[in-house]
């Protein structure tokens, strides 16, 4: 018995350790982050909501670089595109062209030999944020969750895609996968260039600055704003955005843990008669993160805001329309863990042609959805009801 106890001590204190590692960390995270503000730019924008029509578009850019090629994902595998792009990149390498990698060191999935294979074909290759004392237990709970590759400095991109085939809808327990990515050329990419190399640095790596990675920028007709994020910052921005609107929102997530605050905003939004539709996922590809999200569907179904979820596939895309006038898409999802924890980058774009592409595909997802009511949320059963209140005392984590 006197083991049990003991046990359950040592159990207790670790938890109350993580706890107070995690806060000190989070609290030391926020005084030291930077808050972004980037300056207007105008480049040539290309939405790519598919994932075979990504990479290939991608892997065009990436085979006619000359001078440097600049890439960082939160999730890399080892699979049939991942192999492809790594063959790619070493290929180009061979031809003299710098190629940097850097990678989560949770997200990645390359084997130990697969990384010796490809840093001896010329490729660098890093883990970001590499976990450090004295809060071991917040570190390695951060992410870098960005998407960015710079191909010369000319051409750049940002979005939800990583490396890897369930991506381009190859799992067969997901099916077709939506996501958005963003194909910025010309003006806007130094912004990601900036923010590569910084990551580059933080991850304790080094480079020789050059001329190259900032060359002349060709200006283009979109006007458009990079906004990376360091775990602060990102919640009030999309705060200012709902507080914007006038006629309608629509938000599209595959994780909808926005907290007390962003909830608030919404429901006041929804209050003032602001049209709101929100678009998620029916499956979800993570443990819990759906219980998460419905502890905040009652308000919100009672104030009269559309909830669709999506079923012809998986719905990953991060964006969100501001009255058909402007749109933010990257890499933040609608949670927690993207506001408070997580380094981020969204691009907020102000061009109505192009808001009105994004909204047409969001609108053609929500013709494939089913809209989740009242009825059928006071419904739900008990056991997901008790895995709601798991997910809600684990929410800042998910």
């Known amino acids: 018995m006197n083991g049990w106890l003991i046990a359950l001590f040592v159990i207790a204190a670790l938890i109350i350790l993580m706890r107070i590692d995690f806060l000190l960390g989070l609290r030391k995270q926020k005084k030291e982050a930077t808050r972004h503000i980037q300056e207007t730019r105008y480049g040539d924008v290309l939405l790519l909501t598919d994932g075979e029509e990504c990479f ?4 065009q850019d990436i085979k006619e670089a000359t001078d440097h090629i600049h890439i ?3 999730i890399f595998r080892d699979d049939h595109i991942g192999k492809k792009v790594l ?6 390498a061979k031809q003299g062209v710098t190629v940097r990698l850097l990678v989560d060191r949770f997200g990645c999935k390359l084997s130990r030999h697969v990384k010796k294979k490809y840093k001896k074909a010329g490729i660098s290759i890093a883990y970001s944020h590499p976990p450090s004392f004295p809060y071991l237990f917040f570190t390695l709970n951060r992410r870098n969750h960005r998407k960015i590759s710079i191909i010369d400095g000319k051409v750049g991109y940002i979005g939800g895609f990583n490396v890897g085939d369930e991506y381009l809808g190859r799992d067969p327990s997901f099916g077709f996968w939506r996501d958005f990515h963003l194909r910025i050329a010309g003006d806007g990419v130094q912004d990601l260039q900036e923010q590569f190399l910084e990551d580059w640095q933080t991850a304790k790596q080094t480079y020789i600055k050059k001329e190259s990675h900032y060359p002349r920028l060709t200006k283009g007709e979109i006007p458009l704003r990079i906004l990376p994020t360091d775990g602060s910052y990102l919640e009030e921005t999309f705060i200012d955005l709902i507080r914007q609107a006038k006629s309608s929102i629509v938000i599209g997530t595959p994780y909808y843990i926005p907290g007390k605050l ?3 905003e919404l429901l006041n939004a929804a209050q003032k008669g602001i049209n709101i539709r929100l678009i998620l996922p029916k499956k979800s590809d993570h443990p819990l993160v759906r219980e998460a999200a419905y502890p905040y569907f009652e308000r919100l179904l009672k104030e ?8 012809r596939g998986f719905f990953h895309a991060k964006c969100i329309v501001i009255d058909e006038q402007m749109c933010d898409i990257g890499t933040a999802n609608f949670d927690k863990r993207s506001f408070h924890l997580n380094h981020e980058i969204n691009c907020l774009i102000y061009e109505k042609s192009f808001v009105h592409k994004v909204l047409h595909t969001l609108e053609y997802d929500m013709q494939r959805s089913e809209r989740l009511t009242l009825k059928a949320y006071e419904k739900r059963p008990f056991m997901q009801r008790s895995k709601e209140k798991v997910a809600t005392l684990v929410s800042g984590l998910l």
């Not at 290939?56 to 892997?59: D, E, P, S, V």
């Not at 009269?304 to 079923?311: A, T």
């Open 87 to 92: 063959s790619t990149l070493a290929l180009k």
């Open 304 to 311: 009269g805001v559309s909830i669709y979820q999506y079923y």
């Open 262 to 264: 962003l909830q608030k």
């Open 56 to 59: 290939k578009q991608m892997l």
């Open 72 to 74: 960082l994902f939160y």
